[in-house]
């Protein structure tokens, strides 16, 4: 049976990538966060694939959120 990815997490872990790049005081990290949170809590491993992006995703958008409150406190 051929697995189908998660839209969700592949959408949160493109987001987290660009979050490193771009950041605007961590929002792009939440959207980041938001997003593959939602695709790590409806993931179905019986029929979806690629877990590791939500995952990936998740850490990615924590990052560049405590990055971004931190350049707003500095």
Not at 27 to 48: D, K, R, Y
């Amino acid at each position: 049976m051929n697995k189908k990815n998660n839209t969700m997490a592949l959408v949160g872990f493109i987001l987290g990538l660009v979050s490193l790049l771009i950041n605007f005081w961590g929002l792009v990290g939440i959207v980041a966060c938001v997003f593959s949170g939602v695709g790590l809590g409806t993931f179905n491993a019986e029929l979806e694939k690629n877990r590791w992006m939500a995952i990936v995703g998740l850490i990615l958008g924590i990052f560049s959120i405590l990055y971004g409150v931190i350049s707003l406190l500095a």
